[in-house]
């Protein structure tokens, strides 16, 4: 059974580093196929893909956004993390991480957490 | 800025079918399959049909996806009062190197 959950801080100032984690379960990063990418929703807004990083290490950015974006991994303890540099209040949203596999973008989900902007 | 189109919103009675439809480029849904999303909010998103048109273990087979050329389409029979979500879909870009959204349609049930 695959499980997500997503970690971090649910307030940062503008301008501060976001860190957020996912932690994962029922599946290794290690294997052939696997990924896990981060999406965010703003209030009100649509969902927009962030960055997503594969078994092999390949890692994928929004183009848009990737000057701050930045994701790792680390296989032995099932997380994946992503930060975010320069924070803004526009940057306030629900994060969420999913796991991809072979045959779909997204085909499971952490149940997201929140991180507002504001000083 | 969604780089895959779709209609705001979208209703139907009870029983009704209903279509929401994804429209994108030749980089994008032209070259790759599509997933499509059903979304509650506050809660996650779950997938509803990945590779343009196959259902998960447990997707009611109301619920149908279809691609052709650079659009997708995702149909809806026999519309239920639990249906009413936002509905999004998904592809990788070629040229942006990345998955693509669509700005989300959101299903009123009436």
């Known amino acids: 059974q695959v499980t997500l959950r997503e970690s971090g801080p649910a307030l940062v100032k503008p301008t501060q580093t976001l860190t957020l984690t996912c932690t994962f379960s029922g599946f290794s990063l290690s294997t052939s196929g696997m990924c896990v990418s981060w999406i965010r929703q703003p209030p009100g807004k649509a969902l927009e893909w962030l960055a997503r990083?594969?078994?092999?290490?390949?890692?994928y950015y929004n183009k848009s956004l990737k000057t701050r974006l930045t994701i790792s991994k680390d296989t032995s303890k099932n997380q994946v993390v992503l930060t975010m540099t320069n924070m803004d209040p526009v940057d306030t949203a629900t994060f969420y991480c999913?796991?991809?596999?072979?045959?779909?973008?997204?085909?499971?989900w952490g149940q997201g957490t929140q991180v507002t902007v504001s000083s | 800025q969604s780089v895959l189109t779709q209609a705001p919103s979208a209703s139907g009675t009870p029983g009704q079918r209903v279509t929401i439809s994804c429209s994108g480029s030749s980089s994008s849904i032209g070259s790759n399959p599509v997933d499509w999303l059903q979304h509650f909010p506050g809660t996650a998103p779950k997938l509803l049909i990945y590779?343009?048109?196959q259902r998960p273990s447990g997707v009611p087979d109301r619920f149908s996806g279809s691609k052709s050329g650079t659009s997708a389409s995702l149909v809806i029979s026999g519309l239920q009062s639990e249906d009413e979500a936002d509905y999004y879909c998904?592809?990788?870009?070629?040229?942006?190197?990345?998955?693509?959204f669509g700005g989300g349609t959101k299903l009123t049930v009436l």
């Open positions: 990083i594969d078994w092999d290490d390949d890692k």
């Open positions: 998904a592809a990788w870009d070629d040229n942006l190197n990345g998955v693509i």
């Open positions: 590779s343009n048109n």
């Open positions: 999913a796991h991809c596999g072979s045959n779909s973008y997204f085909d499971y």
